[in-house]
């Protein structure tokens, strides 16, 4: 499998299947092997590119995770592969990522889906919204903010393996520097001429439908979709949900604007 360098950084990927192309980039318990069942599912419409951030999977690790020399991973895998009319799927903190990524490589992209995230985006009512979330998030397991108690208990074996994923990873939520940082505005977004999509579950656990709801209201042109019943790790626990909006964010990212 392909890897490039990015200042000494040498990063892991994968390209799978064939058609338009995806590019997942994953959040803070997960790797390229995340993607396990998206890629199973899309790789017959789409190339999928599953990637390694520096500090995850088989990428290289690195004395300090400053999060935003993520956006910078991503570039370098963007070129690399010479990825054009790319739609960007984040999860969680891989959605700011994703997003700043593109608004620093807008020809290459044709959106962007903020899976579970409003990607970073500094606006002074959003940015308390987040933050309330959040509070409210941290008062639970990390298990219980991520997987339904239900699916916990349904789904012994898959939700072992959930938890396994992150011990491939030498990178740790609590080592990761500027998640908050440096975010983009929505005015940024828009000069950019970056469509963004708005991807999340009913049952999210880490932040609330209502915000993601208000953030699609402010950000013009934006899509949304909110899932029935699913949570923050919905990509895992409901793929069938997930790659089923991924694929119609997709192909509506490709559409005109209203």
Not at 55 to 60: A, E, Q
Not at 108 to 137: M, N, W, Y
Request: hydrophobic share 45%; glycine share 8%; proline share 5%.
């Amino acid at each position: 499998m392909p890897s490039v360098d990015n200042n000494g950084i040498s990063l892991y990927y994968e390209v799978h299947g064939a058609g338009s192309p995806i590019l997942l980039v994953h959040g803070s318990g997960g790797h390229h092997a995340s993607w396990w069942q998206q890629v199973a599912a899309l790789r017959e419409r789409h190339t999928l590119i599953t990637i390694d951030l520096r500090g995850f999977g088989n990428s290289d690790g690195a004395e300090e995770y400053d999060s935003l020399e993520f956006p910078g991973d991503i570039l370098a895998v963007m070129e690399d592969a010479d990825l054009r009319d790319l739609v960007l799927v984040g999860q969680s903190i891989g959605a700011a990522a994703a997003l700043k990524a593109a608004l620093r490589a807008p020809e290459r992209v044709r959106g962007v889906i903020l899976g579970h995230s409003l990607g970073g985006i500094d606006h002074p009512e959003l940015t308390p919204l987040v933050k309330a979330d959040r509070a409210e998030a941290e008062k639970l397991p990390v298990i219980d903010r991520l997987l339904t108690p239900a699916f916990q208990r349904d789904q012994q074996a898959l939700t072992f393996l959930f938890t396994q994923m992150g011990t491939f990873n030498a990178a740790r939520m609590q080592d990761l520097r500027n998640l908050t940082t440096d975010g983009p505005t929505i005015d940024a977004i828009a000069e950019a001429g970056i469509r963004v999509a708005f991807l999340a579950g009913e049952l999210d656990a880490v932040i609330r439908p209502a915000t993601i709801e208000r953030a699609h209201t402010l950000v013009a042109g934006s899509l949304l979709e909110i899932v029935p019943g699913a949570p923050h790790s919905m990509y895992w626990e409901r793929p069938d949900l997930f790659n089923t909006a991924v694929a119609k964010l997709a192909a509506a990212l490709g559409e005109d604007s209203p």
